[in-house]
């Protein structure tokens, strides 16, 4: 079984357009995380969720909206999509509190504005 | 500059070679991490270290914490060794972030 798993793998899509990422942990990690990989591979923080609680929350635009309806699941809904939004999106996991343990990564969502 | 530097930027090596590749931080850690991104794009985790060194089969990963310094060694080379290892550390006075590296691209050649 995947431990941390995202979907959809790839995304293209219009500009304009509302999408959503999902992600799903089968660890019991009490941390989540959403993290970008631009153009260069440089992965930047996002958003992190403890327990449901967000606890990071980078400056990212207000058009990125993270939701955890329970600690296994943070999905990450993006309105009005920008042609700079295309990146890939990984989302990843930890024991406790962030940072703590070993990260466990999803295998990415690769999403494409056009 | 990025307070977590790799080097080099990019490595080739033939298969069986020994290969190392380092990072250089420039904050105080209480962590650091290495991860593999396969050529998939997959993210996996290496190791996480604070002080010492850890061994993962052909993989080890050493740190030196007053040089402010890592190393990932790998052992007999392998063309499925070839990914991109980045660096990333946690700093004690900011838990909650990671500082990345910018990666270095190993690719390993039958």
């Known amino acids: 079984d995947t431990a941390v798993s995202q979907t959809p793998k790839y995304l293209v899509t219009q500009m304009g357009n509302d999408k959503s990422i999902k992600c799903e942990q089968n660890?019991?990690?009490?941390?989540m995380y959403w993290y970008k990989q631009d153009s260069k591979k440089f992965l930047k923080i996002m958003f992190s969720?403890?327990?449901?609680?967000?606890?990071i929350n980078e400056t990212v635009p207000n058009r990125f909206s993270p939701k955890s309806p329970d600690k296994a699941h943070l999905n990450l809904h993006i309105n009005s999509l920008e042609l700079g939004d295309s990146a890939v999106y990984f989302c990843?996991?930890?024991?406790?509190?962030?940072?703590?343990?070993?990260?466990?990564f999803g295998e990415g969502s690769r999403l494409t504005v056009l | 500059k990025n307070e977590v530097e790799q080097s080099p930027q990019n490595l080739t090596a033939q298969e069986g070679e020994f290969i190392t590749i380092n990072c250089s931080y420039s904050?105080?850690?209480?962590?650091l991490h290495w991860l593999q991104q396969h050529p998939g794009g997959g993210i996996v985790s290496l190791f996480m270290?604070?002080?010492g060194k850890k061994k993962h089969g052909r993989l080890i990963a050493t740190i030196n914490i007053q040089e402010k310094h890592s190393s990932l060694h790998i052992t007999a080379s392998h063309p499925r060794d070839s990914a991109v290892y980045i660096c990333?550390?946690?700093?004690?006075?900011?838990?909650?972030?990671?500082?990345f590296g910018t990666g270095t691209r190993l690719q390993v050649f039958p």
């Open positions: 969720y403890n327990n449901k609680e967000l606890i």
């Open positions: 990333a550390v946690r700093s004690p006075y900011n838990t909650d972030k990671l500082i």
């Open positions: 990843a996991s930890s024991q406790d509190l962030p940072w703590v343990g070993e990260l466990f």
């Open positions: 270290l604070s002080s």
């Open positions: 660890l019991g990690h009490d941390t």
């Open positions: 904050v105080g850690i209480s962590a």
